[in-house]
């Protein structure tokens, strides 16, 4: 057979496209493999993520020189503490290699054979004299065929998926530890006696109160923040409209045909009236002028100083209907002449509105800041070990460094008072 032959038979699109297929896939299988992990591992039956508590416990010092020893506990997503498999087929290499040897050998031989045998007398010597002839012939034939099929297939692990990852991240923002419990010790981590430990988890309960108000007064002050940013925001809206009629007014004089005027006068009297006519109007742009900055100066005052005025009115305990005159604000007419800031204005309903709000926040913030004041108080007579006010109709508490003849005294001065 002719060596061109050896490879007719060869289905090469199945050579090569069968391990590209089985590759395929295998990516498949991988895919699923991934999702069925984070399934099974990720979340729960009812599509949950499972997560895992790790406890610690943090200590910290307190200003009485006591300490508190807080159990801790925060909840992990399983999926940001486990590797995630997540193999790829990333290449895929098919060798194959054929190799045909043939050979041909052909040995001919010939095998005939004759012997003679003689002998010769050469007076003390003999000799004798042996011969043979052969002949060999052979045929030989032989073939060699190999063939060499390599498929070399190479998988990586490509980590978290990029979708994954991104939500790992917004888990991971909102993952905080949480208190579980807490108990107070001394400055060395030892218990404190009875009624050491009384104090210092009264202080204690003062100190989150104070937190809490604090957190509430950040709250209210950013809304006071926003609303007066919102109330500057509205005046200077109204502001631009008498910026705009201003300038419509000034642009109304047109100085060139005045200038023109002058100079085509013919006459004296012409010359002078038209050189009056410009006079005026020059009188009437510096009015225009001078009627703007002062609207402008009560309108900047009222941006710089409109915290000071909302306080001021929130102090008084009114609730005005009307913009407070604290303002001082002035509006301008269409003929570009102050005048006072009333309804009507574009602006009055919208400003009226975030004064309101304003003050209300105003009043929400210096309620909490009180509020604040007073449980600072109590915090520091607490510190100096000074009892708590009693409350109405409730008998005074009795200080926890009064000792019981301490008590008997004062009972006795209270006796006497009453003589």
């Known amino acids: 057979m002719a060596i061109a032959e050896q490879f007719a038979g060869l289905q090469m699109d199945q050579l090569i496209g069968a391990p590209l297929r089985a590759a395929a896939d295998a990516s498949t299988l991988l895919a699923n493999s991934t999702a069925d992990f984070i399934n099974r591992v990720g979340f729960d039956g009812e599509g949950k993520v499972r997560t895992v508590a790790f406890g610690y416990q943090k200590r910290s010092a307190n200003e009485d020189g006591t300490s508190n020893l807080d159990e801790m506990k925060v909840d992990i997503p399983m999926l940001a503490i486990v590797p995630i498999p997540n193999l790829q087929v990333d290449e895929v290499n098919i060798l194959f290699d054929m190799e045909v040897k043939q050979s041909e050998r052909q040995e001919s031989s010939m ?4 012997t003679i ?16 002839i052969s002949a060999h012939q052979s045929n030989t034939r032989s073939s060699d065929n190999s063939a060499k099929y390599h498929v070399d297939v190479r998988a990586t692990n490509h980590g978290t998926p990029e979708g994954l990852a991104r939500v790992l991240d917004m888990m991971a923002a909102n993952v905080a530890p949480m208190l579980v419990g807490s108990s107070i010790k001394d400055g060395n981590g030892q218990s404190l006696p009875e009624q050491a430990r009384l104090k210092a988890e009264r202080l204690k309960t003062l ?3 104070i937190s809490q108000i604090e957190n509430r007064l950040g709250a209210a002050k950013g809304g006071l923040e926003n609303s007066l940013a919102q109330l500057k925001r509205i005046g200077s809206s109204q502001l631009n409209i008498y910026q705009g009629t201003i300038t419509r007014l000034m642009n109304a004089i047109d100085n060139d045909k005045l200038d023109k005027e002058i100079q085509e006068a013919k006459t004296d009297e012409a010359r002078k009236a038209a050189e009056k006519k410009k006079e005026d109007s020059e009188k009437l742009v510096m009015g225009y002028s001078q009627a703007m900055d002062e609207v402008n100066q009560c309108w900047n005052v009222f941006q710089s100083q409109a915290g ?7 102090d008084s305990n009114t609730s005005p209907d009307e913009l407070s005159e604290m303002f001082a604000l002035k509006a301008l007419d ?3 002449t102050p005048q006072e800031y009333k309804k009507g204005e574009a602006y ?3 400003l009226l509105g975030a004064q309101k709000s304003a003050v209300d926040n105003q009043r929400n913030v210096s309620q909490i800041e009180t509020e604040l004041f007073d449980k600072k ?3 520091s007579d607490a510190v ?3 009892a708590p006010a009693a409350l109405p109709g409730t008998a005074p508490a009795v200080s926890e460094h009064t000792t019981s003849g301490d008590n008997t005294a004062s009972a006795d001065t209270s006796a006497q008072k009453k003589k």
């Open 207 to 209: 100190r989150s109160e």
């Open 111 to 114: 095998d005939m054979g004759a």
């Open 117 to 132: 045998t003689g002998s010769v007398n050469l007076g003390i010597v003999k000799v004798s004299v042996t011969g043979n």
């Open 308 to 314: 000071d005025f909302v306080k001021m009115i929130a």
């Open 348 to 350: 009055y309903a919208a």
């Open 334 to 336: 269409n003929n570009g």
């Open 384 to 386: 100096a070990g000074k």
């Open 377 to 379: 108080s109590e915090y």
